[in-house]
Nanobody
Framework: QVQLVESGGGLVQAGGSLRLACAAS????????IGWFRQAPGKEREFVAG????????LHADSVKGRFTISRDNRKNTAYLQMNSLKPEDTAVYYC?????????????????WGQGTQVTVSS
């Protein structure tokens, strides 16, 4: 059973940066795509960024393009989300997930293993 644990969330001022990490254990990590999602209160969970199995292909939502960067280190079974130029509207619980495929996918239904989430709060 794959377990994913997010870390790195916190409170930051607008314009600041955070780096989220997603550590995987208990299963195969290196041959599957990884995604980051977020969910704000009263809103649906939304795709933020995805990366394929070897890090050679990435996809970022338009709302974060140019500010956030997804990456992975298969030697450490860890994925990352570097978040720069944070805005108050980035405030949400951020989740990482492992997909059912080796490719980059954005749909929530393509992900079967989820972490517990980490809170990111951006103050204005």
């Amino acid at each position: 059973q794959v377990q994913l644990v997010e870390s790195g969330g916190g409170l930051v001022q607008a314009g600041g940066s955070l780096r989220l990490a997603c550590a995987a254990s208990g299963g195969i990590f290196s041959t599957y795509g990884i995604g980051w999602f977020r969910q704000a209160p009263g809103k649906e969970r939304e795709f933020v960024a995805g990366i394929n199995w070897n890090g050679g292909s990435t996809l970022h939502a338009d709302s974060v393009k140019g500010r956030f960067t997804i990456s992975r280190d298969n030697r450490k079974n860890t994925a990352y989300l570097q978040m720069n130029s944070l805005k108050p509207e980035d405030t949400a619980v951020y989740y990482c997930a492992r997909s059912t495929t080796q490719w980059v996918v954005a749909a929530v239904r393509e992900y079967v293993y989820w972490g517990q989430g980490t809170q990111v709060t951006v103050s204005s």
